[in-house]
């Protein structure tokens, strides 16, 4: 398998920021890694051995992403305002530094541009929904497990004008009957999935607002609850991207 890895400067966070390719050619699928994780979680987690068949067979480049949340959503403690502008300034990094950057690095190797796909478990699943349902022109599918999609877990009953943008089951509920991106999501492949068993019950019930949210939107998204048994873990996971990953790549 061909892994690379990259480290360049963002001028929406001030800092160095890093990621890691792991493939060849493909789909481009951007892994955001869970709560306070690191871009080398895709390995470190061996996520990586799960999607190696796929992308050693050149149906997928996995570009694994750094994050942030330890500023942001996991900052305790912190003032909200400052912890959600710190996140929006992460997202602008991601939109405007690190899309365009993936978007090179699979055009120079697929011969032409593409929709990223996001992926993640967990934060990284909340993320990979949030960025794709505000900027549906530039990912064509998401693939989410046992994620948050309200902020109450994180910000209680503080709301403002930057986390309403960062929530999706506000600003999808809001969202006016006509408007285009509604056409674009039903354009596109979403699945989300979260388990019942140990550790899942505020993801489970953030799923089936977010579920809810969605049918009353006629926005059309397959959404999955596994058995009573299925934990917020590692494993558990790895399982559900052996089942369903196929579908994004064949």
């Known amino acids: 398998m061909e892994i690379r890895y990259f480290k360049h400067w963002s001028s929406h966070l001030n800092r160095d920021m890093e990621f890691k390719v792991y493939g060849h050619a493909g789909r481009p699928v951007m892994f955001v890694p869970c709560q306070g994780g690191r871009f080398f979680d895709f390995e470190n987690f061996q996520m990586v051995d799960h999607w190696a068949q796929w992308i050693e067979e050149g149906r997928c480049t ?3 992403i750094d994050c ?3 500023e942001t959503y996991a900052n305790f403690g912190a003032d909200y305002r400052w912890r959600i502008e710190q996140h929006e300034r992460w997202y602008n990094y991601v939109i405007e530094e690190l899309v365009p950057y993936i978007r090179h690095l699979s055009g120079e190797r697929n011969g032409y541009d593409q929709g990223i796909m996001t992926f993640g478990c967990s934060m990284g699943a909340m993320h990979a929904a949030n960025i794709f349902f505000r900027r549906p022109d530039l990912f064509n599918a998401v693939f989410a497990i046992s994620g948050l ?6 910000f209680g009953d503080y709301m403002d004008e930057i986390l309403y943008r960062n929530t999706p089951v506000e600003y999808l509920r809001n969202m006016p009957d006509d408007h285009y991106y509604k ?14 068993g140990a550790w899942e019950d505020v993801l489970l019930s953030s799923t089936r607002w977010l579920e809810q949210v969605m049918r009353d939107k006629g926005i059309h998204a397959q959404v999955d609850y596994w058995g009573y048994d299925v934990n917020h873990d590692w494993p558990w996971w790895y399982k559900m991207v052996a089942h369903y990953a196929p579908r994004f790549l064949y």
């Open 62 to 64: 996995v570009y694994s």
């Open 183 to 196: 056409g674009m999501y039903n354009d596109r492949q979403m699945l989300f999935v979260v388990g019942q």
């Open 149 to 154: 999609y309200d902020s109450k877990e994180y």
């Open 68 to 70: 942030i949340d330890n």
